[in-house]
């Protein structure tokens, strides 16, 4: 049975993939109480590895692309931890977004706009979330974009 919050994000023309396996000695995400660390989500979409520097290879709408992809890779992994019920959701605490860039790049928090604008469209209020948006001089096989983030759940 599908959800509201997965009914909203088939209205958007998105449905949650299966939550990507951790690729290294660590888990996908931890549960404490009712907060839900998640572990980084690289840039992945349907097409493959999104890949490149921003500033150097990609442009900012590239790298709100990529962003948004992660953003919904982090909403596979909330589904899972919810036991594939993502309507337990309460709110989108807190992302953390990580973008490869050059050491001139500046428009960090416009790139990881694409995954809070997506999580707010999705979402509506339980999207708004605090956020850090930093550069990274290069990250796990050279994608564009990885966030991690908390979630509440009930």
């Not at 097409?47 to 590239?62: E, F, H, P, Q, R």
């Amino acid at each position: 049975m599908t959800g509201q919050l997965e009914t909203r994000l088939a209205e958007l023309g998105v449905s949650l993939p299966e939550a990507p396996a951790p690729a290294a000695n660590y888990v996908p995400f931890v549960q404490i109480g009712d907060l839900v660390f998640v572990s980084g989500q690289i840039s992945n979409g349907p097409d493959g590895l999104i890949t490149g520097k921003l500033g150097a290879d990609l442009t900012t709408a590239d790298g709100a692309a990529a962003a948004k992809a992660c953003a919904i890779a982090l909403l596979a992994q909330c589904k899972s931890a919810c036991g594939g019920n993502l309507d337990r959701l309460v709110q989108v605490v807190k992302l953390t977004g990580f973008v490869n860039s050059t050491a001139d790049f500046t428009e960090q928090p416009q790139v990881i706009n694409g995954c809070s604008d997506f999580l707010v469209e999705a979402l509506g209020d339980i999207g708004r979330h605090s956020r850090s948006a930093v550069s990274a001089a290069s990250l796990p096989l050279g994608v564009a974009v990885e966030i991690e983030a908390i979630f509440q759940i009930k």
